[in-house]
C-alpha cells in the first residue's frame, strides 16, 4: 500500500512539472503606420477640443477604406460621413485611405478660450447662447476654423463669427 501511495503521490509531482514547459514562437514582424497623421496634426489646435468632437476626429483618421463593405479598385476617392449627436463630419478619402479633405460642422460645444475672451472683452455683459464650430480641411491648403456665436442680453441678439484665434470678421 506505501508503495502504490508513494507512486500516486510521486505522478502527482511530476506530471504538473511537464505541463509548465513553455513552447517559445517567433512571430512575424508588424509595422505600424499611420495614414491621417498629417489630418490629426493640422487639425490639433493650441487648446484642446471639445471630447465628442475629439474622438470623432479619432475615428474619421481610423477609418480604413479598403476594409469597409462598399471599396472597390475602381473609385479614385470615397466621400464618408460620420455623425454624433454633436456634430457630423463629411470625409473624402482616396483609394489608398488618405483623408483629402473634410467638412466639419459641430453645435453647442465648449469655445477655445481665446473665443471666449474676444467675446467677452468686446461684449461685456452678453451671454453666448448658441454656438457653432465650422471646420474645414483640405491635405494641399490646409485648415480652416470659424465659430458662429449667438450672444443675447436680455431681449437683444445679436450673430457674431470668429475664427480660431477670436478675431472678428
Do not use: C
Not at 500516486?8 to 513552447?23: E, R
Not at 470625409?91 to 469655445?111: P, Q, S
Not at 452678453?126 to 480641411?137: A, E, F, P, Q
Request: net charge positive.
Amino acid at each position: 500500500m506505501k508503495k502504490l501511495l508513494f507512486g500516486l503521490l510521486a505522478m502527482g509531482l511530476v506530471f504538473p512539472l511537464q505541463s509548465q514547459i513553455i513552447k517559445t514562437e517567433e512571430l512575424s514582424e508588424v509595422v505600424v503606420y499611420a495614414t491621417n497623421y498629417k489630418y490629426l496634426n493640422s487639425i490639433d489646435a493650441k487648446e484642446e477640443a471639445s471630447i465628442p468632437v475629439e474622438m470623432l476626429r479619432r475615428k474619421v483618421a481610423a477609418f480604413d477604406v479598403k476594409e469597409s463593405e462598399f471599396y472597390q479598385d475602381d473609385y479614385d476617392f470615397y466621400n464618408i460621413s460620420f455623425y454624433i449627436p454633436e456634430g457630423k463630419i463629411l470625409a473624402a478619402y482616396d483609394k489608398d485611405g488618405k483623408i483629402i479633405r473634410t467638412v466639419e460642422r459641430f453645435k453647442d460645444i465648449n469655445l477655445p478660450n481665446s473665443v471666449k475672451v474676444s467675446v467677452l472683452d468686446r461684449y461685456p455683459g452678453w451671454t453666448i447662447s448658441k454656438d457653432v464650430y465650422y471646420v474645414t480641411y483640405h491635405d494641399k491648403s490646409g485648415v480652416n476654423k470659424k465659430y458662429k456665436l449667438k450672444l443675447e442680453n436680455g431681449s437683444k441678439t445679436i450673430r457674431v463669427k470668429l475664427d480660431e484665434n477670436g478675431v472678428f470678421y
